[in-house]
């Protein structure tokens, strides 16, 4: 007999065959086998023909003979190793394998685009269905336990411009100017670019794994059979929350900035708060501030889209909602810092 049950010492004398050249095993008096004997006689054969020996069977019935080729055919077969290939085709492959992988994720990111302004095109015209409290919840998770670290950002990001500013600008006796440093640096770029980069990193690894786990437990298909529906129940609201959130940590990053800036001018140069005041509400046109604000809403679209987007495409293992959670916070950092350099362009040419 050669089933699971008394597989044990037949183990022992069957490994001790392995090794000892070309095998022949007489079956004759073999009355019984299960799937774990010729799982084991399988094995066998496999180790003995990749140590470059023969193997047989002789006197098999029809019925094990059968059963061994069955668990043959149900073996794991190792995929074969490629050596790597350096030529100019494989080189061309493999670009032209990311840049259609990076236009399908591109067209992903609208469809998710597409399908929470068509989600919060329905709740505008059925209120009542739009879900007030996520809403809220939401814009304190992104907005309100963002500020600390949003406000201690951008007033160091001032500190810094104006001490860096005051060390060159002091070599011309222009030290004045750097009032319209802090004030343009921060108001047009630093303040929302750098809102928005330590935004993606809380929030669109917080979307992912938040979405990402309700995928890896079934409750997105178990809301779809409550005729829930999730784009409506989980996206609106996280995206909404950013679209309103965004802009005000800006503000208060501009604010923190320019007080940053005008406290280090102070101490460094010896320009007044007074001064500072005046110099940057005389110099500083509002298009500044505009020019910052008018990117906050694109900015948030970006990052909550890409957050929501990874979330979904989280499969069922801890692995991979990890390595969407990681991916999501580089796709929303780089994808923020394009946009931004888009931005810079666009507004250089109309000149403003």
Same mark, same amino acid.
């Given at each position: 007999?050669?089933?699971?049950?008394?597989?044990?010492?037949?183990?022992?004398?069957?490994?001790?065959?392995?090794?000892?050249?070309?095998?022949?095993?007489?079956?004759?008096?073999?009355?019984?086998?299960?799937?774990?004997?010729?799982?084991?006689?399988?094995?066998?054969?496999?180790?003995?023909?990749?140590?470059?020996?023969?193997?047989?069977?002789?006197?098999?019935?029809?019925?094990?003979?059968?059963?061994?080729?069955?668990?043959?055919?149900?073996?794991?077969?190792?995929?074969?190793?490629?050596?790597?290939?350096?030529?100019?085709?494989?080189?061309?492959?493999?670009?032209?394998?990311?840049?259609?992988?990076?236009?399908?994720?591109?067209? *992903?990111?609208?469809?998710?685009?597409?399908?929470?302004?068509?989600?919060?095109?329905?709740?505008?015209?059925?209120?009542?269905?739009?879900?007030?409290?996520?809403?809220?919840?939401?814009?304190?998770?992104?907005?309100?336990?963002?500020?600390?670290?949003?406000?201690?950002?951008?007033?160091?990001?001032?500190?810094?411009?104006?001490?860096?500013?005051?060390?060159?600008?002091?070599?011309?006796?222009?030290?004045?100017?750097?009032?319209?440093?802090?004030?343009?640096?921060?108001?047009?770029?630093?303040?929302?670019?750098?809102?928005?980069?330590?935004?993606?990193?809380?929030?669109?690894?917080?979307?992912?794994?938040?979405?990402?786990?309700?995928?890896?437990? *079934?409750?997105?298909?178990?809301?779809?059979?409550?005729?829930?529906?999730?784009?409506?129940?989980?996206?609106?609201?996280?995206?909404?929350?950013?679209?309103?959130?965004?802009?005000?940590?800006?503000?208060?990053?501009?604010?923190?900035?320019?007080?940053?800036?005008?406290?280090?001018?102070?101490?460094?140069?010896?320009?007044?708060?007074?001064?500072?005041?005046?110099?940057?509400?005389?110099?500083?046109?509002?298009?500044?501030?505009?020019?910052?604000?008018?990117?906050?809403?694109?900015?948030?679209?970006?990052?909550?889209?890409?957050?929501?987007?990874?979330?979904?495409?989280?499969?069922?293992?801890? *692995?991979?909602?990890?390595?969407?959670?990681?991916?999501?916070?580089?796709?929303?950092?780089?994808?923020?810092?394009?946009?931004?350099?888009?931005?810079?362009?666009?507004?250089?040419?109309?000149?403003?």
């Amino acid at each position: 007999m050669l089933k699971v049950r008394d597989i044990s010492e037949a183990t022992v004398q069957l490994h001790q065959l392995e090794g000892s050249g070309d095998v022949v095993l007489d079956m004759s008096g073999l009355e019984g086998l299960d799937t774990a004997g010729a799982y084991l006689l399988q094995k066998l054969r496999l180790n003995t023909e990749a140590a470059g020996a023969a193997f047989d069977f002789v006197n098999l019935k029809p019925d094990h003979a059968a059963l061994i080729d069955r668990v043959s055919a149900a073996m794991p077969k190792p995929e074969p190793v490629r050596a790597a290939r350096l030529g100019a085709t494989d080189l061309l492959e493999r670009l032209g394998r990311m840049v259609a992988g990076a236009g399908l994720f591109l067209l *992903e990111l609208v469809a998710m685009l597409g399908l929470f302004l068509a989600r919060l095109g329905y709740l505008l015209r059925h209120p009542s269905e739009f879900r007030v409290t996520a809403l809220v919840h939401h814009c304190d998770q992104v907005g309100w336990k963002a500020v600390p670290i949003v406000a201690l950002m951008g007033f160091l990001i001032g500190v810094v411009l104006a001490f860096q500013g005051s060390v060159q600008l002091r070599q011309f006796g222009a030290e004045i100017f750097v009032v319209d440093l802090i004030a343009i640096s921060i108001l047009r770029e630093l303040g929302i670019l750098l809102t928005a980069i330590i935004v993606a990193g809380r929030t669109a690894s917080s979307f992912t794994a938040a979405i990402g786990s309700m995928k890896m437990r *079934e409750e997105i298909d178990a809301m779809r059979t409550l005729a829930i529906d999730p784009a409506t129940a989980l996206f609106v609201p996280r995206i909404l929350a950013l679209l309103i959130t965004l802009p005000i940590l800006g503000a208060i990053a501009n604010v923190m900035g320019l007080f940053g800036g005008a406290m280090m001018a102070w101490i460094e140069l010896g320009i007044s708060p007074g001064m500072f005041l005046t110099r940057l509400l005389e110099d500083t046109s509002v298009d500044h501030v505009l020019v910052g604000f008018v990117k906050a809403p694109v900015f948030a679209m970006i990052i909550g889209v890409i957050g929501c987007h990874a979330g979904m495409q989280v499969g069922g293992n801890a *692995e991979s909602l990890g390595a969407q959670t990681s991916a999501a916070v580089v796709r929303a950092i780089f994808m923020v810092i394009v946009a931004d350099a888009l931005f810079s362009v666009f507004f250089a040419i109309m000149g403003i």
